[in-house]
């Protein structure tokens, strides 16, 4: 298969639905050539050569955690490999080798090669299985020293907890995913704390009562050393905005540190100051902030952002979303920084329609204005007629 063609046939494999389990990611991490870089073991792969790895899972800040880690790690001369979900443009994004994405032809190449390898399984692997051994095989074809592996939906059941880590990542739990992951904050501790492992080093964020209780009772059954990260960092600058991405960043030295890899101040400070994590509170000129906050923490902590950005001015909101998220969360959290809605038809079967929007936004907040428009583009434009400086785009997630 050319690149186009393997990620038709990857695109294809999303009728098979979201499927958590281990089975058949480590079915299919076993038919794989390892080329003597990993091993299967009772409790998942497991790392032959001396690699370090550093399993992020949370419900928000896994990425920008994840990013940090990378960023300092690559200051400090190591070769990485940073696996994280979903992508923004490109599927090439989620794979990255000492920050370069995944190239087209190894994506063809790889795709090919599990495709012939999975043709008649059933059942078969899901698209974030695939793509998750992709990943695994890539890095292992480069040689990385550290894996940063983002976990895609919870943790006790997401592919990449079939991985062997050297590190556990867990950033604020809230709500999100609830069909699958539980619809209390303790049944979603639940999953995410999955990703503790016997005796392997555990690094937190600041968590909900019910969220810190279960997260120190896995810790305490595992016999792995728990440590929770409450103060953010301030030493050096960090390129991320907002308060709460210095807690982030003191999350992702603590993870290096408890991972026993060799970085210095130096390789902190550059790697701070150099990290780049696309919508995440991106300013994109003078008139566009873009953020994908697509959960209601998210959409807290994006308004807290801006808020600290921008003090009392407020926000023309480019707002569109998934049909299963929760939407009357999000626009409770975003309206104290809005003063219009434009709301986007944006393609996808997930998506929730405009006029659909409309009509939460009209019984959460009437006075609120809200305009629809047929296109991305054209409520850019509708925004820019505001002749405001600022204008927010919500990322559909």
């Known amino acids: 298969m050319n690149y186009r063609g393997a990620l038709a046939w990857l695109y294809a494999t999303q009728r098979f639905g979201i499927k958590l389990g281990l089975e058949s990611i480590r079915r299919l991490l076993a038919a794989l050539p390892r080329n003597g870089d990993f091993q299967i073991a009772a409790g998942g792969l497991e790392a032959a050569a001396p690699r370090k790895i550093i399993h992020v899972a949370g419900t928000n800040g896994k990425g920008s955690v994840c990013a940090m880690i990378d960023a300092i790690a690559r200051a400090a001369g190591l070769r990485t490999g940073l696996f994280t979900s979903p992508h923004l443009i490109s599927f090439r994004e989620r794979i990255r080798v000492n920050g370069e994405m995944i190239s087209e032809d190894e994506v063809a190449r790889g795709l090919t090669e599990i495709r012939e390898r999975i043709r008649n399984w059933d059942p ?13 095989q890539h890095f292992q074809k480069t040689r990385c020293e550290i894996l940063v592996l983002e976990t895609g939906m919870g943790g006790r059941l997401d592919a990449t907890n079939a991985v062997q880590s050297s590190v556990s990542v867990i950033t604020p739990i809230d709500f999100d995913h609830e069909k699958w992951l539980g619809y209390s904050i303790g049944e979603i501790a639940k999953e995410k704390a999955g990703i503790i492992k016997p005796r392997i080093p555990i690094v937190s964020a600041p968590q909900r009562p019910e969220a810190e209780v279960i997260i120190r009772h896995r810790a305490e059954k595992c016999h792995a050393p728990l440590q929770f990260v409450n103060d953010p960092w301030t030493k050096t600058e960090v390129a991320l905005d907002g308060e709460h991405q210095k807690i982030n960043a003191a999350i992702a030295i603590n993870a290096l540190k408890a991972a026993s890899l060799p970085f210095s101040d130096n390789a902190i400070a550059h790697g701070l100051a150099s990290v780049e994590w696309p919508a ?8 566009i902030v873009i953020d994908g906050a697509h959960n209601p923490a998210g959409a807290r902590i994006l308004a807290q952002t801006w808020r600290e950005q921008f003090d009392n001015e407020r926000a023309t909101i480019l707002f569109a979303i998934l049909r299963d998220k929760n939407a009357a969360a999000i626009i409770q959290a975003l309206r104290p920084i809005g003063s219009k809605f434009v709301l986007p038809q944006i393609r996808g079967e997930r998506a929730l329609p405009p006029h659909e929007l409309a009509e939460v936004i ?9 305009s629809i428009a047929p296109s991305v583009a054209e409520a850019i434009s509708l925004a820019f007629l505001r002749g405001k400086p600022n204008a927010l785009e919500e990322c559909a997630q």
């Open 362 to 370: 009209s019984s959460i907040t009437p006075s609120l204005p809200y």
């Open 124 to 136: 078969h692997p899901t698209f974030f299985e695939i793509a998750t051994a992709l990943a695994l």
């Open 280 to 287: 995440r509170f991106q300013i994109w000129n003078e008139r």
